[in-house]
């Protein structure tokens, strides 16, 4: 059959190439994987979408864009301090997920911003 979404899609190939890339064998772990996956999707992708709608040219509201990236980085930086990876000590498709959305963000912001995310850039750069 034929899949659509990328979190279905990303999932399949974890579970395909063995359960490392989905958290280990810990069901917990997996889980903590999949609240991550749906987490960059619901609360983090449709800023992305903006942030692209807006290096096209087309207009956004850009402080409601800029707010939703506010709060959604400074969660992320909160829970990766101290932390190599999102779930545990090895890393998950998760990361590569988030990563992805990531990526959109930090080349649209300057230095000076990007420093207020000193946890989410060094994850973020280790990752790609």
Known sequence: GTFFSSNTIIRYLANSSGK???GGESQYQQ???????????????????????????R???AGAILADITKFFTFVEKHLHG????V????SIADYSL???????LTSLG???????P???????SIV
């Open 20 to 22: 490392q890339l989905y």
């Open 31 to 57: 889980g903590l994987v999949d609240q991550w996956l749906d987490i960059t999707t619901c609360d983090f992708e449709a800023a992305v979408a903006a942030v692209a709608i807006a290096r096209d040219g």
């Open 59 to 61: 207009e956004v509201d």
């Open 83 to 86: 932390k190599k990876f999102l």
């Open 88 to 91: 545990g000590e090895s890393i």
């Open 99 to 105: 990563a992805t959305g990531i990526s959109v963000v």
């Open 111 to 117: 230095e000076e911003e990007r420093k207020a995310y």
């Open 119 to 125: 946890n989410i850039t060094a994850w973020y750069l």
